[in-house]
């Protein structure tokens, strides 16, 4: 099992940029892909990015393609979300998440942190 742990959220201007950490806890982190996924008010949990076990597979939403960038440090049971570029409509709830395989879709991941707030300013 894994438990992961968002942080790095806060409140940025639009153009600037953030990077959020999850930390999991558990041996086999590195068995797991991990994801990242948002949620602002009003609106379904929508996916971000996602990255394999390995780190050698990404898959990105468009919305956040070619300024969002995900990454894992395995010795460190821990994944990245770099944001660069941020709009104000990235303002969310972020949420780490850890599955079995690389998936767009929530129901995939087995264990969730709790969030982490990002607001953009316009």
């Known amino acids: 099992q894994v438990q992961p742990v968002e942080s790095g959220g806060g409140l940025v201007q639009a153009g600037g940029s953030l990077r959020l950490s999850c930390a999991a806890s558990?041996?086999?982190?590195?068995?797991?892909?991990m994801g990242w996924f948002r949620q602002a008010p009003g609106k379904d949990r929508e996916f971000v990015a996602t990255?394999?076990?390995?780190?050698?597979?990404?898959v990105y939403a468009d919305s956040v393609k070619g300024r969002f960038t995900i990454s894992r440090d395995n010795a460190k049971n821990t994944v990245y979300l770099q944001m660069n570029t941020l709009k104000p409509e990235d303002t969310a709830v972020y949420y780490c998440?850890?599955?079995?395989?690389?998936?767009?879709?929530?129901?995939?991941?087995?264990?969730w942190g709790q969030g982490t707030q990002v607001t953009v300013s316009s």
């Open positions: 990255i394999s076990w390995s780190g050698g597979r990404s």
């Open positions: 558990g041996r086999t982190f590195s068995n797991y892909a």
């Open positions: 998440a850890a599955g079995g395989l690389t998936s767009v879709v929530p129901r995939m991941y087995r264990y």
